[in-house]
């Protein structure tokens, strides 16, 4: 079959942000949102960007179409103030890390619907168990040839992105010894984890054919890569970062990914060939992000150089720093190098837990607090 991608005329940005709900008082997770939902639309009516997710401890936040990355930080900030004030008159606060501290899967509701049930049913424990967040920024491309390339010199970048996003160390109760654990788990699903590697659109065309003819998916939107293209919106979707715990670090990192999708569009824009990765380095790459964090030694070309991905993300910076700035997003994307300064949030949420003693109750508190503050 044919898989339409309309494309998108300019370079435009939207932005998914997974919220997770806490009680107030013991700071595990509240299986509220169905009643927090009746209040959002009791105060505001009718809510399409703020939607429902696979577990009911959970609400999504989706911003509609911007140009900018200040544009749809604040649309997100709008929601997330709506939504807290809808859920704060039944003891519930707002949090967002890749994973909770010590809420256990089984205590989980999940949500009542037809894509939902399905897939419990086919995944069974690994699916059930899923109790994660991410964010996911999507990018419009202008064409269906240009996906493949970009999608493919992403795959380059993706230890620095989910490094600076790690925010998942500590699972039901337990230091996993992983800055990002959710990025692990997720990708034991079928349709999750790092995308095949295609040579162009055609292929990736007869890749979607096939999955629906073997009954592995029932729509082309189904796979649900790390980074995937979009067609439904003529974008490519990135969907490698961890829950992202606090605003400021939100910006910066959608800036992040603003600013190389259009750096790679403007480099085939003027006929340049851009970086590839063997498969297996690009999974190795993963699986050291995910396990060391800032401090992983990620493969960077074919030719197996290795680096500090710290210390490639400086010069990362640099190069895409004119692209971000005819975006408008320069300040937001230069606050990505303050993250390793500050330390990134599965680092902050270590240094908590040792700090009280192992008391995870306190780690969910300073959540709670980066995401109001």
């Known amino acids: 079959m044919a898989v339409a991608f309309p494309g998108s005329p300019r370079p435009t940005l939207g932005v998914e942000w997974e919220i997770a709900l806490v009680d107030k008082t013991t700071r595990d997770l509240s299986n509220s949102a169905a009643v927090v939902f009746d209040e959002v639309k009791a105060i505001a009516g009718e809510t399409p960007r703020l939607t429902k997710e696979f577990l009911r401890n959970t609400v999504e936040l989706v911003t509609d179409v911007h140009d900018t990355v200040a544009e749809a930080v604040d649309d997100l900030t709008e929601s997330l103030s709506l939504l807290r004030r809808a859920a704060d008159p039944f003891g519930v606060d707002l949090m967002c890390a890749g994973t909770h501290p010590f809420a256990q899967w089984t205590d989980q509701i999940v949500t009542s619907s ?74 034991q699903l079928p349709t999750a984890g790092l995308p095949y590697h295609f040579a162009d659109w055609a292929q990736y065309a007869q890749f979607i054919d096939d999955q629906l003819r073997s009954g592995v998916i029932s729509h082309p939107g189904g ?96 190069q895409i720093t004119p692209t971000a700035r005819r975006l408008g997003c320069e300040d937001e994307l230069a606050k990505v190098a303050d993250i390793p300064v500050r330390g990134a949030s599965y680092q902050r949420q270590r240094r908590i837990e040792e700090e009280t003693g192992g008391d995870l109750v306190a780690v969910v508190d300073s959540l709670v607090q980066e995401l109001r503050d």
């Open 114 to 187: 037809p894509d939902y049930d399905e897939m419990v049913d086919r995944t069974r424990w690994w699916g059930r168990q899923m109790l994660i967040w991410g964010v996911h920024v999507h990018v419009g491309v202008s064409s269906a040839e240009k996906v493949i390339p970009i999608l493919n010199a992403m795959l380059v970048k993706y230890p620095h992105m989910l490094a600076l996003s790690a925010s998942s160390p500590i699972w039901a109760g337990y230091d996993t010894g992983y800055a990002s654990n959710r990025a692990l788990m997720f990708q």
């Open 223 to 318: 796979m649900h890569w790390d980074i995937r293209p979009a067609p439904k919106w003529g974008t490519l979707e990135v969907r490698v970062f961890d829950g992202i715990t606090n605003r400021a670090e939100l910006s910066a990192l959608v800036a992040f990914v603003h600013s190389l999708v259009v750096y790679f569009d403007e480099c085939l824009e003027r006929g340049e060939e851009l970086p590839v990765l063997q498969p297996w380095h690009v999974k190795e790459n993963k699986w050291r992000a995910a396990r060391y964090g800032l401090d992983a030694e990620v493969i960077l070309d074919p030719a197996c150089t290795e680096r500090l991905v710290t210390d490639d993300l400086d010069d990362l910076l640099e």
